[in-house]
């Protein structure tokens, strides 16, 4: 357990994770060692999130509201959004509790992946035009997205699909015809070249997630000359961006020195 800050000076770091990805992870377990005074936070989508070292709180703040009481209350002097791309509703919490409590805020974000010239892409804008975008004859489509968001594909129901998740579904899909597979990342180039060719898997659709744990499903299109149906990153609001853990332990450790 952390309790002390990081002190310089003056100032202390005490800072919020808002965590669930890999780079929340690496990033939780750089700020341990190098003793940074931190928590971090968990959505409370996977059952048995990875244990942390850090002290740990899963579950929603109650919007901005409840975010900007919670910084107030736990004293936290910076955020760190280290969610997924795709998480947009706490990103944008984020911006406006760290606005309306006066708090430094980063965001951990990987850039997205760049289509190569080989790839065979086809670039949406959201998860509707995603199932709009695949073919009209049945084809076995890996499905690579979150379960809140099968819905669009009930339209396109003459498709079969394969799922992959963290946890094993409680119930039945939503999907007629879905297989699913239950694994949890990060995920190998060989791994998915043969999920790919023991389903006989003909379309890809994918989130533009970015970062390597969940980039070899990509690369295995690329190899098997597969189309992708790649859904864009949702729109954010402007904040500080670092790309690393390298950068983000910079900014703390700068602005504890500074006392900013
Ligand atoms: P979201 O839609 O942005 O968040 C919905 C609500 O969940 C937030 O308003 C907040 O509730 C709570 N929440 C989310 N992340 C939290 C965190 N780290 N700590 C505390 N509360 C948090 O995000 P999402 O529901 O997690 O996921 C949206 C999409 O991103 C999904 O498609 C999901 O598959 C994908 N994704 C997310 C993560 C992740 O790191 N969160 C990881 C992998 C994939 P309150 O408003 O009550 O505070």
């Known amino acids: 357990m952390v309790s002390q800050g990081l002190s310089k000076g003056s100032s202390t770091v005490r800072a919020l994770i808002l965590g669930g990805t890999s780079d ?11 003793g940074f005074a931190a928590i971090y936070s968990y ?13 740990t709180r899963i579950g929603g703040f109650g919007g901005v509201r409840g975010l900007s009481c919670y910084i107030r209350q736990q004293r936290i002097t910076h955020v760190v959004d280290a969610t997924h791309p795709f998480a947009a509703e706490i990103s944008r ?11 430094a805020l980063i965001a ?4 997205p992946w760049m289509k190569a010239p080989s790839d065979n892409w086809i670039e949406v804008a959201d998860v509707a035009a995603a199932a709009a975008a695949l073919p009209e004859p049945s084809a076995r489509v890996f499905l ?3 379960r809140q968001h099968l819905a669009p594909f009930l339209a396109r129901p003459q498709h079969a699909y394969t799922l992959r998740y963290v946890d094993p579904p409680e119930g039945s899909l939503p999907l007629p015809n879905a297989g699913i597979i239950v694994s949890r990342g990060p995920f190998t180039l060989a791994g998915d070249l043969d999920l790919m060719r023991s389903r ?3 379309w890809i659709v994918a989130r533009n997630a970015g970062g390597t744990g969940a980039r070899a499903k990509i690369d295995a299109a690329r190899e098997l000359g597969l189309p ?13 961006r670092a790309e690393s853990v390298e950068e983000v332990l910079a900014w703390l450790g700068h602005d504890a020195r500074l006392g900013a």
């Open 24 to 34: 929340a992870n690496r990033l939780a377990d750089a700020a341990a060692r190098l």
């Open 43 to 55: 959505g409370g989508r996977t059952r048995a999130p990875a244990a942390q070292v850090l002290p």
């Open 200 to 202: 006989g898997i003909e």
């Open 108 to 111: 951990l974000e990987r850039a």
């Open 144 to 146: 690579a997205i979150g």
């Open 93 to 103: 919490n984020a911006v406006a509790a760290c606005a309306a409590t006066a708090t």
């Open 228 to 240: 992708v149906v790649m859904i864009a990153r949702p729109e954010l609001p402007e904040r500080r």
